[in-house]
């Protein structure tokens, strides 16, 4: 049985989200960059519900909120670049960044490896197993 799908056209009078509607306290996220491979083997599905909630919550506080957390709850942290223990580079990274920026993935310090720049927060790993990423 072959199905026909319906195009849908786009919706008419509907105003799209202006950069103003962004301020500088918004946690926006990017996946551009992020490492397959720090979160492929991961088959716990509560791990990756529990980090959407996180995300929605790093959105709510914002960044001001992050820089007056602590590190272990929802604060950030540098890394050096050298205490990466994955072995996949991140394409976007020049030999001039020396830190990464870290942001807890759950309540029990696994952690989101990027960068900030701006209100957006770069996600490159995701350490979905314990220790994969770095030494804690």
Known sequence: MTHKFKIIPPIQGVASVSRTAVSSNDVLFSFKYLVE????????????????????????????????????????????????????????????????????SSGDNRVLVGLQEQQVFHIFFIEASFGDISNH
């Open 37 to 104: 491979e720090s979160y492929n083997k991961c088959s716990n599905s509560k791990f990756f519900t529990d980090l959407l909630g996180r995300f929605k919550k790093y959105s709510t506080i914002g960044w001001q909120g992050i820089r007056a957390s602590g590190r272990h709850q929802w604060g950030m942290e540098k890394m050096p670049v050298g205490q990466i223990k994955h072995t996949a580079k991140v394409e976007c990274l020049t030999p001039d960044v020396k830190d990464l920026h870290i942001l807890r």
